[in-house]
C-alpha cells in the first residue's frame, strides 16, 4: 500500500509538471498596435517639402573638408584637391539646378493628340514619320560628314 501510495504521488506529480501554467489576467481593452503606431507617425514632419524634387538644393550639403587623416591623391596638395572637389561639386550642383528648372514641363498628351489627327482620321499613318514627333541631331551620324547638320540658330520665316 506505501508502494502504490508513492507511485500514485509520483505520477501526480509528473503529471502536473506538464500542466499548463496559469497565466496572468491582461487588459483586453483594444490598443494600437506597433505597425499602426509606425504607419501614423509623421517621419517628415519637420520638412514637409523635403521629398520634393529640387529640395536638395535647400538642405546643406557640401563635400567633407579636407583634414589631416583625409585622403589626398599622391602628386597632388591639398589645396589643389580641395580645388578639384569644389569644381566637381559646382558641376553637379549646376546640373542638378539645370534638370530642376525642366521639372514638371511635358507635353500634354491630348493637345499632341489632336495636333497629330488621330482622333479624326487615320491620315497620320500616310507620313514620312508615321505621327511620331522626330528630333533634329547635331551631326550625320551616317558617317558621310563631320560637319554639324543643326546648328541651333532658327532661319528666317
Known sequence: MKLSSVVIAACVASASAFAPAS?????????ESLFAKIANMDLWAPVKDSNDYGARA???LTPAKLGSNSYIPAGMSAAEYAKIRANDQN?????YA??????????DYTAFYTK???????A???TATRGHDMAKTKYDWSGLSDK???TGIKGKK
Not at 497565466?23 to 490598443?31: A, G, M, R, Y
Not at 558641376?91 to 546640373?95: A, T
Not at 497629330?116 to 487615320?122: E, H, K, L, V
Open 23 to 31: 497565466q496572468p489576467k491582461f487588459d483586453t481593452s483594444l490598443n
Open 58 to 60: 535647400k538642405k546643406n
Open 91 to 95: 558641376k553637379r550642383d549646376s546640373n
Open 98 to 107: 539645370k534638370n530642376v528648372q525642366k521639372a514638371g514641363k511635358f507635353t
Open 116 to 122: 497629330r489627327g488621330t482622333d479624326t482620321s487615320q
Open 124 to 126: 497620320w499613318a500616310k
Open 148 to 150: 554639324p547638320l543643326y
